[in-house]
Structure formats: structure tokens, C-alpha cells
């Protein structure tokens, strides 16, 4: 059997001719970046062949020069008989995880917005309770008594109990002579899901998953109080298979890809629960319920539900709301019965991730004050309401913020340039990088500097185009097309600049004319203007790095006073974290999901008119951004 | 390895030296009989060894003369070192499966208590129903318009629907333009359980499982109008571990046995469902639905529950009332997500099979008139009541009726003699066997009519002593003991004459006496006297053998009109079935359950002083037994 081996990490493995390279590379324990989910069209996975040889297939986007160089796309390549040695490049290689602490989201929180104390209602409930023992007078089982004693312990709500614990009933309550402690499910009706022997002070422990398309991140929750224990986040393993929700879409594309992103993201989660867990000396079985919350094709993966309708007219997914699931029916490796509380989704591209996340707004406060929330991320997601009405929208954004669809993007990890002052004179670009190293790319935030840098400097114009007039050793003509280099060191494996076309940062005016687009719409939709917004809140990862002023610069927020602004993280986790803990919550979520008004933009005439004005740096209409003009 | 062959039946096995005597037989595919759960106290399994050599350990009740002819107890062997040829006599044989004609059991019960058309209510239905395609205005799920469209079909209940349903949802709805048919388990809200293309009639099969200690029934009913399609009995596997109730829970001692149990038991009932099924050209995939009853013991073991409590003081089981469970959670091999109805007990004796039985009796009617419901089969249970009380019981009968603790007893089947005339002059009987065979032992009502046949010719007194002043060849005294042979024909490898002892015969008096004891304390406590009972059901296999007349002489039945008794089979099973195919009597059946009381015998001090007064053939007073006095 041939062997490949992977520099620079120096990882060698062993497997049969004809294995496709980034299963190689799986199993050697090295991840190739492949965003397109190996459609062979982003160049993402392009590796150099060092020494051997390997089955490529012909590329269309490597040139000429980059083949005889030994340059391959990974995903469109497999192991010959031959051994071979490859170089993978640092834009093709995952980046290290280095993600925001995850303790940081709960403190951008308003406080009021958290659950009070007479909303504490948490999804599971561990008691002691005192089970009468068998008598024969009473001609009671010993299900009767224990029902009996949760009925009294619980109230008036109706309390069934499944196999499992009738299998252990007789037992426990014998050993125990009655003095139990019993775990049950709170929810229409009360579930007995666990007993065991009487506890002193009953530890009740839950995770909140928040399912990201890119990230996925678990807190560790103790209910017993409501605290926040602990947390981790990593990339989500479906990244092989596509970086953005179309391409994950397309990948799933019969059974057994549909299969493997579910496999994938179960991983992840289940990964990231045990972690967790075992860092804080607890068995992911002694985990007794959890709260997630993804978008909507995030979500039907993960339920091995074919994602395909999300996409294809008329965009009608197969549920918004899932009904109570237990753990071990997903495959989530927690205790088997635990149930999971999933937050709704109101349409195809607005999920549960929104109807969390707007627990840590204003909108859903009693308040007559228009609130907008703007939910960043691989996809955009906005939504405009106060205490009367609530509009929801997705914005087309695309990946190009995460680095998607620009040759030298990547994710705000260490070696991307996230910040760039521009020479008025010279227009050459001042890089800050992230880790203070030699830079590798750049990231969403450093595409948004990098635009208002050089449209306010005037080395580029309100279209979009560079400066053909002036001189600068950083901008290149070619033909009609022109483009910026950002930083001229040649990087090691690339063999090219760190530069941007135009038709790139067309890219990337398109998607902050997506974002503004739907926001003027949704406004214009409920007959107001700026000035009535009172806040506006910014969630996602990427709002972390964002630049107001450069946002607003290149008019992918709007130039409203500052102070409305305000950045909460990741809201989807935090309202997750929120419906895990408060039934109450659970109420106020479904009567949210009832009342929110989802809008297809793809649908709406008017879209394209908002579009097409907000195609400019800041926008064709400059009184909208007075204090651009 | 050494082989052991199994004569007559001519099949070896080869198995390792250490390897049980059942176990190896079991391998053969020779079943043989051990009723008492290999504790080697019943001596029913004891078979011949002609040749070569087999490892026994020594034996209580086989006499030297018999080891030396080679008898061993099969329960008390292993195979050694060296092959074995071993001869089954046919007592120790499971005898060939004859079983009473299923549809019989219809026509035993009173048209007027099956449910009536206004009553007919499924578990499960399956109907056509329209659901709205998907559009972009509306908001809705497929999942969403799903419960719509069964919402609007079934009326008011709330509709539910799980994963399995959820994941075919988006495909069969777009395939079949909305219009499918649903399959949906109808309880205190509609559980969507399946979804597929629209079906002109939709076939709805569902089954009826009746889990006796000794047999087990299976119908198949098509749940459209309600027919009785077909069906099957076996023995129940489980008697390999034991004849009668006690000795199952004794044989359940550890989790391996009582994984065992359960195997057994679900093997047999999947085996009865798949014949039936595929006799009729169904997969069992194709039934939605069962109902299944049996006594507490029964259903403790098919759950897999610990049945040890059942038989110790105060003797509170485990479970009643069975939560609504799915086929695939029990293991039964029919739809996975069937729902499967129990019936519910009222106490450790009193199980699902008589709440389902008494629906076969008026009982269950709005009459003031008193009856009584017998069921004998391996246990005895015993109710009274009318519209307004009833009172259960179970009577400690024992497998007397069977054929348990007698030498010669066995099973109505082939080659048991079932009825005996005792000439008055020579006390010699004349047997009546069933196949018209050579007798091979005597069946429960063999006995009872023995009994009663000796009692009335004056060669048995009331006391169960044969007469030692008459000279009978039948009779034979052996200093303080005497015996009475039956048949004197020497069985071929039993090596012995049909022929009881008086033991044996004090044995099938506590029997009776147990059962006349129980029905006596049932009267004196609601203060009746046998005058007051309208009707006398008796249920259960061994009802079908019994002469009313022997059954009375020996005081087994009070002495009532005649007209009064009514013979109903298998009670359960035809309760259960009703309870299948109505709503409106599964409700009624809960009622039932919460009104009778359950008496436990064992706690009862006036229970003694009956027993003893009912030693009698037919009764100390015999004012009760006016046509006998």
C-alpha cells in the first residue's frame, strides 16, 4: 500500500491506491480546508505535490505555471500505487482553534433580560421524593405509588414514566424503602426519566449546544442554581463538506451524505459534551437534559432530515418546530433519556438560532421602542420589532465575511489581517495582524478596513473600482480588471501576494448591499426610517471583530448614533442557555415564533431597488449617511 | 466433541463435553418437558440412556432399580467425555401442539357484549388525508401542515408526530402533491406513526395477543371492520424454565434468567405473528397495532421486569398498568412504532387477562344480576360482581388441573386419558383417550372425573381415601398408602402403569378445594349465597375438557342450576381483541380496573377455615350439594 505523507506536520499514514486525498489526509489526522464541500471550484484545498506522485484530475483553476509547480487540489485528487509527500499551505490548513470565551456572552447581556427567579423553571428537575411502600391493603403497584408521589411533589400536572425506570423500580424503591430521588422531565406533563437513591443535595447538571454552521460551542450548565459551569467551542466537522449552508445543502446530496453530515455534527457536539464534561469530573451520562439551537439546515442535518426543500422554491423546510426529542433518539450522548428543548424556527433561513437570540434583546421586552437585531455569521439573519409586531428576514450575505469567495479570505484566526490603515499618499496598506505574525489572509473585518480605508483615501471610488489614475505600486492594472495588493511578501507555499481583485470586492459589496438592503426593506415594510430605530444589536462571531466606523463607512450598517449600537455575541447560545433553565421562557419562545412575520426577500420586488442602491460605498443615497458625506 | 442422539426422534447434536442435557437437546431441536425449571423435583424430564455415557448428579426421586435401568433426570445431566444415545419417553416429550380451533372463542361469547358499530374505535386508523403543498405565504412546515391536515380530519385531539415520520415527511408529500395516507395511533391525542402514498382502501391489520403461562394465542384482525382474519397457539417457550407461575419467578432469579424469560416469550409471540402474518400474505411490518394481555407474572417477564416481588409478602408487583409502550421498545417484530395496548392488572394474581376476560361476561353489562367469572388455567382466578361491586381473587390452585405434581399427569393432548367410567362391582376403569391412542397419562379433567367417577361408586370416600375393605385389582396398599392404577398397560420406556396415589389425589382436592374455598369467601363477603348468582362463567383452556357434572361432583363447582354455567374459552383473548378495535372499551376497561377489589386470599383468616370445609368430596356441608346428598 502506498503511503502519503503530510508536511509540515510530518504526519504519515497508509492506505490503499485510488483513496481520495482529503480521506488520506482524515486519516493521517491532518484537515484540508475544503469550503466548496470538494466541488473543486474554491481553491481552498490546493496543496503542493513534493515528492511521488498522486491522480489528479484537470483543474480549472489552477494555471499552468501553478501545475508544473506541483500544485493540486486536494479534493479533486487521489492516491496513485506510488507513495507521495505533500505541503500543505497554511491557507489550507484548519486554523488552530482559538475561539472567544465563551463566559464573555453572558456578560454582554442585559441583566434584565435574563430569567428572574419566579421564571426559574428548568427543563429537568431532580427532587428526593418519599414513595409510600408496598403495601397490600392499598392494592397499589409500585408505579401506582410513584406516580402518586410525584403527582403530590409536582402538582397538579399529569406524570408518566417510561421502560427504563419501571425497570428499575422495584429494586430502588425496596433498597431505598421509598426514600428516592427521582429526574423528570418538566413539560406539558411531568416524566419521570431517572431514581435513584435519596441525594442530599441533588447535582442537576444540562448542556446548552448552539449548532453554528461553522462553530459549534456547549455550555455546561449546573441547574441546580442556573450557573454557568464551564464551556467549549470547536469547528463544526461538517466544515469538510462545505463552508457555507448551500454548499452543505448540495453536499447532502443522497443517503449516505446525508448520513455523514449527520455523523459530523453529532461528532462535534458529542466531542465538545465530553470534554466538557470530563474537565468538570462528570459522565456525559449525568447530564440530564439540553437546549439547542441552530439554524435551520444546521438543524434537519442534524436530524439526518434532507435539507434539500430549504433551497428549492417555494424554500419550505420540513419543520420549524420540532417536537420534544430525547437524546439518545438523536444520538446526542448525554443520559438517554434526556429531553432536548429546540429552539423554533420561523422559515427556511431564519432558524432557532434567531428565536434564542432575541431573548437577549429588547425584543422581546415590553417596550414600544423599535429594536433591530442583526445576526452575522456564515448566513445573515435580521429582525426589526418592538412589543406589537416582529419582522424576520435572512440576508443573502454569503460567506465572503467568513473569507468565502475571496482567494486570500480566511477566519479570524491567527495569521489574518484584520485591521488596514491606508497611505493617502501612496495607498499602501498598514496590516494588523491577528497574533502578531506574518500574515496568511485576510478576514471579514480586515476586508471591511481595508474597503473604508481605501474608499475614504479616495483609492477607491463609490462603485467599487480602484484608482487607475494616481499611481501605486499596490494597485495592478490588468486590462479592464484591476486589483490590490494587500501585503507583497510572497507566502510559502502559495507562491502569490496577499491581494484582492475587483471583482472581489464586488464580492463583498454585494454582501453588505445584501445585509443594508434587507434592513432599509424591512423598515420601509413597517413605515419607518432611521431615526426610529432605538437599538440595535449585532450577534454572531463576527461582530467581535467588527469596526463600527468601517461598517458603517462602506454602508453595511447604518450611520445611526453609536451608542444604539450594541455587540452581544453569541446570542443564540446565551437564549438557548436561557431556555434550558426558565419554562416560562419556553412559553414566551413558541408565542415569539407565533408572532414573528418572516419575509422571503427572493420573493419581494422591492428587493432588488434596495439591493441595486446599496451596491455603492456607503450608498447611492448619501443622506442616509450624513456623517460619510 | 462427543454427539448424543435422541431417540425416537433420531436426531444427534454434537456439543461439548459440560454442555447441559436441555441445552443440548434444545440444540437437536427436541424439546423436553421440565415443568418444575430444571430444579429436578418434578421428575417429568427424566429420560433413558442406551448407550455410551452421560454425567448425572444423583437424584432424589429416580429409585436404584430405575438408575440402574439407565433412567436419568435430564435436568441433572451433562454430557461427558464420551457420545450418548438417549431415549425420550413420550411423558418427557413436549407433546405435539394441538390446539382448540381459535375462531371457536368468538361464538362462545354473547354477541351483545362485543363493541357495538357506534363503539368501534381502532388503536391504530389509517385514512387518506390532504395536506396543503407547501407555499411561500403561509409559514408553514411540512410538518406544520401535516398536523393541520390530521387535525382537521380527526377533530379536536392534539396531533403529535416523531422522528421516523418526520424524516419521510418532505419527500412523500412532494412526491405525492399532498395527498397521502396516514397511519396514526389514536389515544389521549393522534400520534402520526407512519406516512405513505395515498391507498385506495387502506388495509389495516393489527394483532391480539393472549400470553398464558402454558399457551399463547395470536389473532390477526383487520381493524377496517373488525374481522377476525386468523389464528395461531403455541406453547409458550418458557415452560423449558417451568410449568407453572412460581416456578418462572424462581427460574428469574438473576438478569441472565430473566433475560432468558424474556426472550423466550417474545420468540414465541414473534414467531406466532410472523406465521400468521405471512399465512396471509402480510410482512409483519404491515401490523399498526396490538393488544396483548396476560397475567401480571406474564407481563413482568415480557417487560423484562423482576417478577421476585410478585410472590413475596405484601406481593405489590411492580407495574398494573402498563404506560402506553411501542412495539420496538417491548420487542415484538410488528410496526416499530405500533402502539400496543395492555390490559391492566389488579393485583400480583389478577392480571390484564381477567380485565380483558370480563368484558366476555355480563360482569361488564349494566345488570343487577350477580356473576361469577372462573378462569382456570395454570392458575385460577376467580371474580364476582354485578354493575355495582366486583370483588377478584386468585385461587392458589396450583398445576394440579394441568397435569403438575401428579406422576402420570399431563396436558389435554393426544394420549391423555379425559374421561374415566369406574365399573360400581370391580373399581376398574375404562378410559376414554383423546386421539383414541393408547393412554400415555391423565389429563386435569381426566382426574376430575376419576375422582368423581370412584367418589360416586364408593371406591373413593369424602375424605380421598380408596377403600381398603372392597377388593379391587385396581387398588393397591402399600402399608399406610394406597394407589389406584388407571391403566395397567406398561408404558414403554416409563416403565410403569397409569396409577395415582392418594397423595396425589390430596393433591387435585386442595385444588378443587382451593378454588371452591375462594368462591365461597367472594360470596360470604358481599353477603350472598349461591342462590344470589345469575350466571357462572368459566374461562380458560382447561374449561373446554371439564364435565360439569364431575366438576360438581367433587365439588370443584357449587351445585347450581346447570343453565347457569356458561363455558366462554379464552376469555382474554377475546377481551383483548375488543380491546383493539374500541376506544370507548379501552376507557371502560380502566374503569373496570379501578372498581374491582382485589382481595388477597393469603391475608384472609376465614379463607383457612373455607379451604378446610371444601377437603371434602364434594364438602363437609353437604346441604350445598343437594343433587349430590
Known amino acids: 500500500m502506498p503511503t502519503v505523507t503530510f508536511n509540515p506536520l510530518g504526519k504519515t499514514v497508509q492506505v490503499d491506491s485510488g483513496t481520495d486525498l482529503l480521506s488520506a489526509a482524515q486519516q493521517a489526522g491532518v484537515v484540508i480546508n475544503s469550503p466548496c464541500g470538494t466541488k473543486g471550484t474554491c481553491g481552498k484545498c490546493v496543496v503542493r505535490l513534493i515528492d511521488g506522485s498522486l491522480e489528479s484530475k484537470s483543474s480549472s483553476i489552477l494555471s499552468p505555471v501553478a501545475i508544473q509547480q506541483g500544485y493540486i487540489q486536494a479534493c479533486q485528487t487521489s492516491v496513485s500505487e506510488a507513495s507521495a509527500v505533500i505541503e500543505i499551505p497554511a491557507l489550507a490548513q484548519q486554523p488552530a482553534a482559538q475561539f472567544a470565551d465563551l463566559s464573555e456572552n453572558a456578560k454582554r447581556i442585559d441583566n434584565h433580560l435574563f430569567p428572574q427567579e419566579w421564571q426559574y423553571g428548568p427543563l429537568v428537575v431532580r427532587k428526593n421524593c418519599h414513595v409510600a411502600e408496598p403495601s397490600a391493603g392499598d392494592g397499589l403497584s409500585d408505579l401506582d405509588r410513584l406516580l402518586k408521589a410525584v403527582k403530590e411533589k409536582f402538582g397538579s400536572k399529569e406524570v408518566t414514566c417510561g421502560l427504563p425506570v419501571i425497570k428499575k423500580l422495584a429494586d430502588t424503591l425496596r433498597a431505598e424503602r421509598g426514600k428516592i430521588s427521582i429526574t423528570a422531565a418538566v413539560g406539558a406533563d411531568i416524566q419521570v426519566i431517572d431514581i435513584s437513591e435519596e441525594i442530599t443535595a441533588n447535582p442537576n447538571f444540562g448542556i446548552v449546544v448552539d449548532i453554528g454552521t461553522t462553530t459549534i460551542s456547549v455550555l455546561l450548565i449546573s441547574l441546580i442554581d442556573g450557573k454557568i459551569i464551564d464551556g467549549q467551542t470547536d469547528y463544526n466537522d461538517q466544515l469538510a463538506c462545505g463552508i457555507d449552508i448551500i454548499s452543505r445543502i448540495t453536499y447532502a446530496q443522497n443517503e449516505a451524505r446525508l448520513q455523514e453530515l449527520q455523523d459530523r455534527v453529532l461528532e462535534t457536539i458529542n466531542r465538545l459534551v465530553k470534554k466538557t464534561a470530563e474537565k468538570n469530573k462528570l459522565k456525559p451520562g449525568e447530564l440530564f437534559s439540553a437546549s439547542m439551537a441552530g439554524n435551520t439546515t444546521m438543524i434537519h442535518l442534524l436530524l439526518g432530515l434532507k435539507p434539500e426543500y430549504i433551497r428549492l422554491a417555494p424554500y419550505v423546510p420540513t419543520v420549524h418546530n420540532i417536537p420534544p426529542l430525547r437524546a439518545s433518539t438523536i444520538g446526542l450522548d448525554i443520559f438517554p433519556d434526556a429531553p432536548i428543548h429546540f429552539s423554533p424556527a420561523i422559515g427556511s433561513y431564519v432558524g432557532g438560532d434567531i428565536t434564542a437570540g432575541l431573548f437577549c434583546t429588547d425584543l422581546v421586552e415590553d417596550t414600544e421602542e423599535i429594536s433591530v437585531f442583526l445576526d452575522i455569521g456564515t448566513n445573515g439573519e435580521l429582525v426589526i420589532g418592538n412589543n406589537e409586531f416582529a419582522l424576520a428576514c435572512a440576508c443573502s450575505a454569503g460567506p465572503a465575511f467568513e473569507g468565502g469567495n475571496i482567494g486570500c479570505g480566511m477566519r479570524a484566526t491567527e495569521g489574518a489581517i484584520e485591521k488596514v490603515r491606508i497611505d493617502p499618499t501612496t495607498g499602501i496598506a498598514d496590516c494588523q495582524v491577528i497574533g502578531d505574525i506574518e500574515p496568511i489572509g485576510i478576514c471579514g473585518s480586515g476586508m471591511i478596513s481595508l474597503l473604508a480605508g481605501l474608499h475614504q483615501t479616495g483609492w477607491l471610488d463609490a462603485a467599487g473600482k480602484l484608482d487607475r489614475q494616481r499611481n501605486s505600486s499596490s494597485i495592478e492594472i490588468n486590462g479592464r480588471q484591476a486589483a490590490y495588493t494587500i501585503n507583497s511578501r510572497q507566502t510559502p507555499a502559495q507562491g502569490s501576494p496577499i ?131
Open 499 to 629: 491581494r484582492i481583485t475587483e471583482l472581489e470586492i464586488e464580492n463583498i459589496i454585494r454582501a453588505k448591499a445584501a445585509i443594508f438592503a434587507a434592513y432599509s426593506l424591512l423598515l420601509k415594510q413597517v413605515e419607518l426610517s432611521h431615526e426610529n430605530v432605538s437599538k440595535f444589536y449585532i450577534a454572531g462571531g463576527f461582530g467581535h471583530f467588527l469596526v463600527l466606523e468601517d461598517a458603517i463607512a462602506i454602508g453595511l450598517l447604518p450611520d445611526i448614533d453609536r451608542h444604539k449600537y450594541k455587540y452581544i455575541g453569541n446570542s443564540s447560545l446565551m437564549g438557548s442557555y436561557m431556555m434550558l433553565i426558565s419554562e416560562d421562557f419556553r412559553k414566551r419562545q413558541q408565542e415569539l415564533a407565533r408572532r414573528i412575520t418572516y419575509l422571503d426577500l427572493s420573493m419581494d420586488p422591492d428587493y432588488m431597488d434596495q439591493y441595486t442602491a446599496a451596491m455603492f460605498l456607503p450608498h447611492t443615497d448619501l443622506s442616509l449617511f450624513p456623517s460619510k458625506s
